[in-house]
């Protein structure tokens, strides 16, 4: 069986490559096991997990319950993931939001919690969960000593994004530090989101998530961000034929 730290790189790889995987969690009363299929071949976990493979693709997300257990069934189009490294409110509702928009999503803090939706582990597994081209979100309430750490590590492992949740102040400090490291202005300035987010106004913790999951989103789908009424239909500034 996987951890979450085991599963959620293959994940990322594999969905960047254009590839459709099968999740497998089996719920066994507090223990949670994963288990990754590609291509009918087994990635990482158990060999028994197989047998759900072929009644992944064609029920795509369900639910099965043998016994006293359960096991989870999910099926993960080309579609990056999102790695969130945090402890508090506003890491833990970007999770959720990112999770249920369809995102792969891993979340490490200091004070891991089991989620039977959600890949958890701790800080300790933040170098087997980053990898190149990773879409990374940093959110620590008011910061954490390590943010600008992973953040540097996020950007030299070539993460595409960096959303680091910050002040307008330790936005500007973590910069500062990080251009001290020898991080590159260019990198900087094309990679990390600071302050993450987009600017809805946002207030409180879900809120301001659901501006930082719309940045990321934004950023993996190459969107404009501008209104839909804007670019399509009746209000549109487009020419009319």
Avoid: W
């Amino acid at each position: 069986m996987s951890s979450s730290c085991d599963v959620f790189p293959h994940i990322s790889y594999l969905t960047a490559m254009g590839r459709t995987v099968v999740l497998v969690t089996e719920i066994r009363g507090q223990k949670i096991m994963r288990s990754l299929i590609s291509e009918g071949v087994l990635v990482t976990g158990s060999r028994e997990h197989l047998r759900f493979y072929d009644l992944a693709l064609k029920s795509g997300r369900s639910e099965i319950v043998e016994g006293d257990h359960r096991i989870l069934l999910e099926v993960i189009g080309p579609s990056p993931g999102l790695l969130v490294v945090g402890s508090g409110p506003v890491a833990a509702s970007v999770a959720r939001i990112a999770k249920d928009a369809g995102m792969p999503v891993a979340h490490l803090s200091e004070e891991p919690y089991q989620s039977e939706e959600i890949m958890t582990a701790s800080l300790d597994a933040l170098d087997s969960a980053l990898t190149e081209g990773a879409f990374v979100v940093v959110a620590n309430e008011g910061g954490s000593p390590y943010d600008v750490d992973i953040v540097e590590k996020a950007l030299r492992k070539g993460a595409k994004y960096v959303g680091l949740m910050a002040s307008e102040r330790r936005a500007r400090e973590s910069v500062e530090e990080l251009l001290r490291r020898g991080i590159p202005m260019d990198i900087v300035r094309g990679r990390l989101h600071t302050p993450a987010g987009l600017d809805l106004g946002g207030r409180g913790a879900g809120e301001i998530s659901l501006s930082i999951v719309a940045e990321a989103l934004k950023v993996m789908r190459a969107g404009s961000g501008r209104h839909l009424r804007e670019l399509k239909g009746p209000l549109s500034e487009r020419p009319r034929g």
